[in-house]
């Protein structure tokens, strides 16, 4: 080979050689600067304060915060102003990502109640409704647990009432209100949702059909069950010296013993008795009169014949 020749191929094989090079320091340079641009920060809505399940999004319960772009969650958003008013389903934490899946779905959407998001399988949310007294003045609140106590008349006894804890620690899912027709007007009646069994639910719907409901406010860290054996008016006023409340004994009036009067005998026919004879009067008595004469005086004596 002839040094021109030996010099062309050197000169071919080194730009090949810096061709390689220079590709392969463009993809590494490449992959660095993805890797770079993942690292990097991007604007995310996430929750300022705890926002608790079934309530609406208030301005002042979001915030924008630098998230790493690689981990940013699906659904987010990077406007606070569009979650806005949106509704959440489930419990979001201070710092949490606030996204689709925790939020109910917008109008016109499937599945807009968010209520069918937390009621347990196999569940069921049924709503009654209370007055101001029942619902334990307005303190009853969602995640809060209840028992419920019915009162109404015992079964053959129209007149005796028993009060009796019917369920016991039952979760409540929300609270609100309706509005009934009452006298002709509307009237706005509170109401409670509970989440209940199907069992439960026949229940309750029976029971507030029959009596009156009252709704107990258990202690967060309550969930032992009780026995709950009912009260009458008797067993209140058990061992009470409430003269006035006793009821007045009256004595009963003797029976008197009904006696049965022999059957009449047929009477025979008798001849009519004859009549007694009068009595006669006695004869009247044969009397004499003597006359006696004494020194001048005369004296007339009668005697009669015996």
């Known amino acids: 080979m002839t040094r021109p020749k030996a010099v062309i191929v050197v000169a071919i094989l080194a730009l090949v050689f810096a061709g390689i090079a220079a590709w392969l320091t463009f993809h590494y340079l490449q992959k660095e600067m993805d890797k770079t641009k993942a690292v990097q920060p991007q604007t995310l809505v996430v929750a300022a304060a705890d926002i608790p399940i079934g309530s609406a999004i208030a301005e ?6 630098s998230w790493p772009k690689d981990s940013i969650p699906p659904g987010s958003s990077a406007d ?3 979650l806005v008013g949106r509704v959440a389903i489930r419990p979001i934490s201070n710092g949490d990502a606030v996204t689709e899946q925790k939020l109910k779905p917008k109008a ?7 209520m069918t998001y ?3 399988a196999g569940h069921r949310a049924t709503t009654v409704a209370v007055n101001e007294v029942a619902g334990v003045a307005g303190f009853i609140t969602p995640s809060d647990r209840v028992d419920i ?6 079964p053959g006894q129209p007149t005796e009432n028993i009060s009796k804890i019917i369920l016991q620690n039952v979760p409540v899912l929300a609270t609100g209100q309706i509005t009934e027709q009452k006298e002709g007007k509307p009237v706005i009646v509170p109401t409670v949702t509970l989440d209940l069994t199907p069992e439960d639910s026949e229940k309750l719907v029976l029971a507030g059909s029959k009596g009156s409901l009252q709704l107990l406010l258990r202690n967060i860290a309550d969930s032992a069950p009780v026995e709950a054996r009912g009260a009458t008016i008797a067993k209140v006023l058990a061992g009470t010296p409430v003269a006035a409340a006793q009821a007045p004994v009256v004595a009963a009036a003797p029976v008197k013993a009904v006696q049965k009067r022999p059957a009449r005998k047929k009477s025979v026919a008798q001849a009519p008795k004859a009549a007694a004879p009068k009595a006669q009067a006695p004869a009247p008595r044969a009397a004499h009169t003597v006359t006696l004469i004494d020194g001048g005086v005369r004296t007339t004596k009668e005697f009669v014949l015996q």
Do not use: D, M, N, R
């Open 60 to 65: 002042a319960q979001l915030k924008t915060t």
């Open 108 to 114: 016109g959407g499937a599945g807009t109640g968010f």
């Open 149 to 154: 106590v019915l009162t109404t008349a015992i």
């Open 118 to 120: 937390i009621v347990p």
């Open 80 to 82: 606070p102003k569009s």
